[in-house]
T-cell receptor, first 112, second 115 residues
Framework: KQEVTQIPAALSVPEGENLVLNCSFT??????LQWFRQDPGKGLTSLLL?????REQTSGRLNASLDKSSGRSTLYIAASQPGDSATYLC???????????FGGGTRLMVKP | GAGVSQSPSNKVTEKGKDVELRCDPI?????LYWYRQSLGQGLEFLIY????????KSGLPSDRFSAERTGGSVSTLTIQRTQQEDSAVYLC?????????????FGSGTRLTVV
């Protein structure tokens, strides 16, 4: 059974810092990995999708990497802003099957 | 539509009543998923629809939960005889078929409170 773990569970940083969120998964037979953002009381917003054959994806200040063989992904946020404050979730989609398995999330607070 | 639409956004119901939650996926998305997020918990898979195939119901927590998808588009999640432990945010997502490798698009969710 796939298990997805996110570390740290919570993170508080001053504005302007670069930061790294970590996601690890136990079964490397994944089809893709997706990073989401969730604001309080809201649904999930997709940030980046990495296919299993890819090593990284970039969007603006966000960069996500994938090391499938070691079961790890990182989300790098450059020059953090208070508006980045949210919960960040990673989810993996298996090669066989259709459901995403989610990590528990990292709750990020960027202080002005 | 431009995104996944869920209604109602909030629902408060008395214990023992039935509720229906609606999801309108992105036009053209053949796959539709329901997830549940309880307070302080991660996302829990409930059910998956793909085209005209039989749905994957493996995540439904009890026989009080059921879902249908009419015409390959709108889906309704029904919870019968609601219990307080059913209180959660119910999220719907849709995607293209997996061959395209596209990710999921989520709706804003329905926050269900059973009192």
């Amino acid at each position: 059974k796939q298990e997805v773990t996110q570390i740290p569970a919570a993170l508080s940083v001053p504005e302007g810092e670069n930061l790294v969120l970590n996601c690890s998964f136990t079964d490397s037979a994944i089809y893709n990995l997706q990073w989401f953002r969730q604001d309080p009381g809201k649904g999930l917003t997709s940030l980046l999708l990495i296919q299993s054959s890819q090593r990284e994806q970039t969007s603006g200040r966000l960069n996500a990497s994938l090391d499938k063989s070691s079961g790890r992904s990182t989300l790098y946020i450059a020059a953090s802003q208070p508006g980045d404050s949210a919960t960040y979730l990673c989810a993996v989609r298996p090669n066989a099957g259709n459901m995403l398995t989610f990590g528990g999330g990292t709750r990020l607070m960027v202080k002005p | 539509g431009a995104g996944v639409s869920q209604s109602p956004s909030n629902k408060v119901t008395e214990k023992g009543k039935d509720v229906e939650l609606r999801c309108d996926p992105i036009s053209g998305h053949t796959a539709l998923y329901w997830y549940r997020q309880s307070l302080g918990q991660g996302l829990e898979f409930l059910i998956y629809f793909q085209g005209n195939s039989a749905p994957d119901k493996s995540g439904l927590p009890s026989d009080r939960f059921s879902a249908e998808r009419t015409g390959g588009s709108v889906s309704t999640l029904t919870i019968q005889r609601t219990q307080q432990e059913d209180s959660a945010v119910y999220l719907c997502a849709s995607s293209f078929i997996r061959a395209g490798g596209n990710g999921y698009t989520f709706g804003s969710g329905t926050r269900l409170t059973v009192v």
